[in-house]
């Protein structure tokens, strides 16, 4: 009887316990690590639209006699082609963003409201065309420590 035991092969109880209990601590450590790189991969994003938004801005401004885009029509200026009043369509300038204007991707909106309110989650982009400043209007604080507003 006792040589009917040593030939079959498997594993005991104790050894799949002890394999079940390590893959638990390796998901328990892996896991948050895959979190936290899909909320740095946003904001990293969030830093090259604000980068690129605000180059254009730049550029528009000194395309267009030191005058920063007005906020009423901010995407259609960025995205289409003026002239140098920048009221009026034309092909001398712009566009400034090809494509599409971006989305905020911490929170997915794309609309422009007025630096003046407060950061929330309802819209993408804040923007003060008398100074030109444009940042995120999404509430929170990024993985660097850095809240989402004052990047």
């Known amino acids: 009887m006792l040589k009917n035991r040593r ?5 005991t109880l104790v ?8 893959l638990g601590i390796l ?10 790189a ?9 830093v090259s639209n604000l980068a690129t938004i605000r ?7 000194v395309q267009h006699d030191d005058e920063f885009p007005p906020l009423a029509t901010f995407v259609e200026q960025m995205t289409s082609s ?13 566009p400034y963003i090809r494509n599409s204007f971006p989305t905020n ?7 422009v409201i007025t630096l003046a309110a407060a950061a929330n989650d309802a819209s993408g982009w804040q923007y003060d065309e008398g100074t030109g400043e444009f940042r995120s209007s999404a509430a929170g604080t990024g993985p660097s420590g ?3 507003f004052d990047l």
Do not use: C, M
């Not at 050894?15 to 390590?22: A, C, N, Q, S």
């Not at 899909?38 to 969030?46: G, I, P, T």
């Not at 003026?82 to 712009?94: C, H, L, N, P, V």
């Open 7 to 11: 030939r079959q092969s498997g594993f």
């Open 15 to 22: 050894e799949l316990l002890i394999v079940v209990i390590i």
């Open 27 to 36: 998901a328990a450590v892996v896991i948050p690590q895959f979190n936290t």
């Open 38 to 46: 899909s909320s740095e991969a946003k904001e990293s994003a969030l």
């Open 55 to 61: 180059q254009a801005v730049e550029l528009y401004k």
């Open 82 to 94: 003026t002239d140098e009043d920048g009221d009026t369509a034309g092909t001398k300038y712009g």
């Open 105 to 111: 991707p911490i929170n997915g909106e794309s609309d």
């Open 146 to 148: 850095t809240a989402y």
